[in-house]
């Protein structure tokens, strides 16, 4: 699977927006681009996914740049249940071969 | 509906000895996957099912061994426990392989002393 980078933490205040940042350069024409979290003591929890277009659901929008390089996940309103360790993970859309975690951001929410 | 459920959620085995670790999938979920988290390691992929065959293995020694039922539950097994099998294991259920979302259980917390 091709490599994502995220940024180790990021911090943000209850209420405000927050963009987490994800690079992908070497994302190929059939990778899809997930997002996970994972809250303290739980299994990681599906967010989001998309593969070109912009895509937004219940719990986050979903930015991804034109050349699909790079992406963003976006929570409108943070709060502090959205404090947790986000997974970018890219996975091939006929893929079998489960999902390949990286090191993810750990999502710090201030009140 | 009812989630991933995965037993026990606690565990602790002596070196040398084999374990089973029991996943219930989401009822119409077909494809069901196993991960060890680590501290040092993070989250790394086991195995996958799809319709009681193995898709997929990620890269463990043949002590850590899995299998699926007709009715999608699944188990891993490990054999000759090692200290460094110490983790917590999930599972994931799919509706279908390939790009749709997983659903994780809470996982097992295993113990090897």
């Known amino acids: 699977d091709a490599k994502t980078t995220q940024p180790n933490s990021m911090e943000s205040n209850e209420e405000e927006p927050v963009h987490l940042p994800c690079n992908h350069s070497t994302i190929s024409g059939t990778d899809y681009i997930h997002w996970y979290r994972q809250l303290p003591s739980q299994g990681p929890e599906y967010v989001i996914h998309?593969?070109?277009s912009n895509v937004n659901n219940r719990m986050a929008s979903l930015a991804i740049a034109e050349d699909r390089k790079s992406s963003t996940l976006i929570l409108h309103r943070a709060t502090l249940r959205d404090a947790a360790v986000y997974y970018c993970i890219l996975r091939d859309g006929g893929g079998a071969d489960g999902l390949t975690f990286g090191k993810g951001t750990h999502l710090i929410i201030q009140p | 509906k009812a989630g991933v459920t995965q037993t026990p959620r606690y565990l602790i085995k002596t070196r040398g000895q084999q374990v089973t670790l029991s996943c219930s999938p989401i009822s119409g979920h077909r494809s069901v996957s196993w991960y060890q988290q680590t501290p040092g390691q993070g989250l790394q992929f086991l195995f996958e099912y799809f319709s009681e065959t193995q898709r997929n293995k990620g890269n463990f020694p043949g002590r850590f061994s899995g299998r699926q039922f007709s009715n999608s539950r699944s188990e891993m097994n490990v054999s000759t426990l090692e200290l460094g099998d110490s983790a917590l294991y999930l599972c994931?259920?799919?509706?279908?392989?390939?790009?749709?979302?997983?659903?994780f259980g809470s996982g097992t917390r295993l113990t090897v002393v």
């Open positions: 998309g593969l070109t």
């Open positions: 994931a259920s799919s509706a279908r392989q390939g790009f749709y979302g997983y659903t």
